[in-house]
């Protein structure tokens, strides 16, 4: 009797580990580069945001303001997967042209006694601008510090370096004016790739190296923070994103 005991309780506990295991394998997926599926294109689970504005719309992530429903200051979808460190981050991006967006990583949730406007989704931090323009400087994939002290921090085309000193641009460029306007592909969806190792960060738009930046501010720089996409304030504007895939470094 002890030992079918014994029996049924180790069966009773294999079971467990194989659907443990068939669960934590369904709920991360990879595509076909190994790369982590971080939005299953059905709803909003692991991401957080104001449920006004942000929501599923054929398979995509759809963002959008209105004149009735407002963004109570600049707004944040944050995904829940923690902080990031050293990744490469894929993802496709569509928008309005009345307003701008953005992919923030490296980032922090700003605390509830500082966030101010009952917007409980503000981040800062560095953020890959999002426009449906063409034209230099105002085009999508600069860098900007929202809500620090910088501003525009790299320019499209820079391959620059920022310490105590200031910033340090190289002379020669990575895309000029009129090949970005052959790049970047208006009113239709572009793809990002940032990648983010140590004190460097790369952005590429269509599979095109738009940007190279080594941040070595002794006080300024970010090492690591939660990733998260943009709404904001202002005119009316939607935004979109889909296939939104994610590798940490220590996943190479």
């Known amino acids: 009797m002890v030992r079918v005991f014994c029996w049924l ?24 580069d190994g790369m982590m599926v971080i939005f299953n294109g059905k709803d909003l689970t692991g991401w957080d945001g104001d449920p006004r504005l942000w929501s599923v719309r054929d398979g995509v992530i759809h963002g959008e303001t209105t004149a009735e429903k407002a963004a109570k200051g600049n707004t944040f979808l944050i995904w829940e997967g923690g902080n990031l460190q050293d990744f490469e981050l894929r993802l496709s991006f569509r928008c309005t042209a009345s307003n701008n967006s953005g992919i923030q ?4 949730r700003v605390p509830a006694g500082k966030r101010g406007g009952g917007n409980e989704w503000v981040v800062k931090g560095y953020q890959h601008e999002i426009r449906n323009e063409d ?10 510090d929202e809500k620090g002290k910088r501003g525009r921090i790299c320019l499209v085309g820079e391959t620059a370096t920022w310490n105590a000193d200031g910033k340090q641009v190289a002379d020669e460029r990575l895309i000029d004016a009129a090949a970005f306007k ?3 592909k208006v009113d239709d969806w572009n793809d990002v790739k940032i990648i ?23 006080q300024m720089a970010l090492n690591e923070g939660i990733l998260a996409l943009q709404l904001h304030a202002g005119k009316p504007m939607w935004t979109e994103f889909k296939d939104v895939r994610i590798r940490l470094d220590d996943d190479k």
């Open 9 to 32: 309780v180790c069966l009773s506990l294999m079971s467990f580990v194989v659907a443990s295991q068939a669960v934590a394998e369904d709920s991360v997926k990879l595509d076909s």
């Open 105 to 108: 990583y490296r980032s922090m």
């Open 135 to 144: 034209t230099f400087p105002n085009v999508p994939g600069f860098i900007y």
């Open 182 to 184: 052959d790049l970047m």
């Open 196 to 218: 983010a190792k140590g004190n460097r960060i790369q952005h590429f738009l269509n599979g095109k190296k738009i940007l190279d930046f080594t941040d070595e501010h002794p």
